[in-house]
């Protein structure tokens, strides 16, 4: 599976953002997602997931209510609405899938990732 980000920006606080992941390769479908961040110095942390028929969510605790993961199998897309934007919200955001059949907040449960894409929030 390869995955391919887009979304991000330059953005002020309070405004919002949507990230894309688009997924080439087999059986997107049966992938659970999420979407981890890295902000400069701090190690990479899980945002949000999602499993396989979308029935399923977490978040971290910092974006619930703020942060909406969805899917679109159909697509092949996983997506990532950002709303109420904060500054510490700035971070290279990336997308990851993995085989399993819960979502887990473990990046090293993940078998595939994208290349990742900035947000940045000026406050």
């Known amino acids: 599976v390869q995955l391919v980000e887009s979304g991000g920006g330059l953005v002020q606080a309070g405004a919002s953002l949507r990230l894309s992941c688009a997924a080439s390769g087999r059986a997107f479908s049966s992938y659970g997602m999420a979407w981890f961040r890295q902000a400069p110095g701090k190690e990479r942390e899980f945002v949000a997931g999602i499993n396989w028929d979308g029935g399923s969510t977490d978040y971290l605790d910092s974006v619930k209510g703020r942060f909406t993961i969805s899917r679109d199998n159909a697509k092949d897309t996983v997506y990532l609405q950002m709303n109420s934007l904060k500054a510490e919200d700035t971070a290279v955001y990336y997308c990851?899938?993995?085989?399993?059949?819960?979502?887990?907040?473990?990046?090293?449960?993940?078998?595939?990732w994208g290349q990742g894409t900035q947000v940045t929030v000026s406050s």
């Open positions: 990851a899938a993995d085989r399993g059949l819960v979502v887990v907040t473990s990046l090293y449960e993940y078998d595939y």
